[in-house]
């Protein structure tokens, strides 16, 4: 049975490989997770644009929030692997602490802080965590 292609199953957009990049877990690194996504979504683009201009800065905000809390409350070294799926992004973060992420309130008078995981949650179409032994797996998928 012949189907259609849906969203972004094109041949081209599964010819980009995944990416995977290891980081230290050092502040900097959160700039470099950055990087890596947008190298990635460089490749992407040119295989595959996205649907919607703002998807890409959308990928690379996430991919840096996620960056910035495994910096922040995961000591040691962090994961970030990125892969194309039929209609969007899947994004992959590990880190080195099982406890899964909470909403914090937003408390702009003492320096900011609390939006991360709302945006999370706003931006992704599915989010999930998942504990193992060495941390936790934070999955999100965004559209392309």
Sequence with gaps: MATEPRGNDSLASWAIPSRTARFAGEPQDVTGARLAAEEFLRDLSRASPPS?????HDIVLI???????????AP??????????FDGV??????????????????PNSGGGGIGWHLVHTLCS??????????KDVHVFLPW
């Design 52 to 56: 919607a201009p703002e998807y890409w």
């Design 63 to 73: 991919v840096t929030e996620l960056a910035s809390n495994a910096v922040q409350y």
């Design 76 to 85: 040691g070294p962090f994961a970030l692997h990125l892969r194309p799926t």
């Design 90 to 107: 899947h994004v992959t973060l590990h880190d080195t602490n099982p406890t899964p992420p909470a909403p914090r309130p937003f408390r």
């Design 126 to 135: 599915q989010v999930s965590v998942v504990p193992d032994e060495d941390g």
